[in-house]
């Protein structure tokens, strides 16, 4: 398994140099939308190409989906199913701010529950690349070059002492019980949300705190999605010591019911991550 995750991820980072170069001549948006209803940009369409052709041309990779195709692709062989969100946050391409590619790594047909997960990654593209694996409950920072990993942060770990917060949906659309708990965490953290999930979980990886994009008026599954998004980033935040839920157990634990389903995303400190689920009970 391990030579086999270590392709996925070694494939993921060859291939985001390629993204990144291709992202300047593609910031418009096509006539498509993704199976969510978003409106697809072309970069989208082209990450989404790039990396299912590569990650299914390794043999142990049986399938491949993604946030911007309705079903899966199924390879000849393979072991791993593998679930991508080829440009988390792509809507910050037109604002030039951070966006992410996310992987997740499933030993079960897609859709799946995350605890088939056996390994996930996120990759930012900020001022510089970087990636964020885990595997084996270990995350580990590298910085991206030439298509290359290099390790800075093994064993990553979300720091005790958490600076920093960001919710995403409209205040007026949040629960009575989630703006309680919001006023409460302002008076102590602050704000930092910049509008792709990626970018905002990588604070809080960096600087400790809370991530959520939580139920909504009007869309009680919030707006992220448990097989692309959900799922590989509670992977990764457990794995460095912290928590994720859905309001009320691990994201890792919900269901998996259908391939796009959506899912409140609360995650960061376990201290936090304890407060907001008390917060909603
Ligand atoms: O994939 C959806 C996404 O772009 C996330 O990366 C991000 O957290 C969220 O949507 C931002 O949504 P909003 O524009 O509602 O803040």
Redesign the pocket.
């Given at each position: 398994m391990a030579d086999a995750i270590t392709a996925v991820f070694d494939t993921v980072a060859a291939t985001a140099p390629d993204i990144r170069a291709g992202l300047s001549g593609r910031r418009s948006y096509g006539d498509t939308e993704n199976p969510s209803g978003?409106r697809q940009l072309a970069a989208d369409e082209y990450a989404d190409e790039l990396l299912e052709r590569r990650l299914l041309a390794l043999d142990s990779v049986a399938s491949y989906a993604s946030?911007e195709r309705a079903g899966v692709t199924e390879s000849d062989g393979g072991t791993y199913h593998v679930a991508c969100?080829p440009l988390?946050?792509?809507?910050?391409l037109r604002s030039n701010n951070a966006m992410g590619t996310i992987v997740g790594v499933y030993d079960e047909p897609l859709p799946a529950s995350g605890r088939s997960l056996v390994a996930s990654a996120f990759v930012l593209f900020g001022p510089i690349t970087t990636m964020v694996t885990a595997r084996e409950e270990t995350a580990t920072e590298s910085v991206i070059e030439d298509g290359q990993r290099r390790a800075v942060t093994e064993d990553l770990r979300i720091p005790e002492d958490p600076t920093v917060y960001g919710f995403?949906?409209r205040v007026p659309d949040w629960s009575a019980a989630f703006t309680e708990f919001a006023r409460d965490i302002e008076q102590t953290l602050k704000l930092r949300?910049g509008?792709?999930?990626?970018g905002?979980v990588n604070q809080v990886l960096t600087y400790g705190g809370l991530f959520a994009?939580p139920a909504l008026d009007g869309a009680p599954d919030g707006?992220?999605?448990l097989q692309f998004?959900g799922n590989p980033i509670a992977f990764i935040v457990e794995a460095a010591g912290g928590r994720s839920s859905d309001g009320s157990r691990s994201l890792l634990d919900v269901p998996a019911d259908g391939l796009h389903q959506r899912v409140p995303v609360h995650l960061g400190n376990e201290t936090l991550v304890d407060r907001l689920e008390a917060a909603l009970a």
């Open positions: 978003e946030e969100d988390d946050g792509s809507s910050n995403g949906g949300y509008g792709a999930m990626i905002d994009y707006k992220l999605r998004e």
